[in-house]
């Protein structure tokens, strides 16, 4: 059982910056693929980014690429993202994942097989 916990979110003003953080309770945590997702009120819960174990390679939705960025520290247990030039469309509760890929074709990151998640954290950008 790996538990999770997120932390860093806030509010922020629009073009502004924040890291989130995701901690692992577990050693296994370096076996996981990694996965940020976000759900805005009203909204279906929705990809944001993830990482495969080592931290080698990633993926993103399209409506955070190059402003987001997903990263691990298997020493530390933990997961990041780091949010650069947030706008209001960003404003959503934001869950960490653990899961392992079921095959490694190309883009195997969009679907990962999330098993764990976390009790997630608020991002309120205003405008």
């Known amino acids: 059982q790996v538990q999770l916990v997120e932390s860093g979110g806030g509010l922020v003003q629009s073009g502004g910056s924040l890291r989130l953080s995701c901690a692992a309770s577990e050693r296994t945590f370096s076996g996981y693929a990694m996965g940020w997702y976000r759900q805005a009120p009203g909204k279906e819960r929705e990809f944001v980014a993830s990482i495969n174990s080592n931290g080698g390679d990633t993926a993103y939705a399209h409506s955070v690429k190059g402003r987001f960025t997903i990263s691990r520290d298997n020493a530390k247990n933990t997961l990041y993202l780091q949010m650069h030039s947030l706008v209001p469309e960003d404003t959503a509760v934001y869950y960490c994942?653990?899961?392992?890929?079921?095959?490694?074709?190309?883009?195997?990151?969009?679907?990962?097989?999330?098993?764990?998640w976390g009790q997630g954290t608020q991002v309120t950008v205003s405008s």
């Open positions: 994942a653990a899961g392992l890929p079921q095959e490694y074709a190309t883009g195997y990151l969009y679907r990962v097989l999330y098993s764990y």
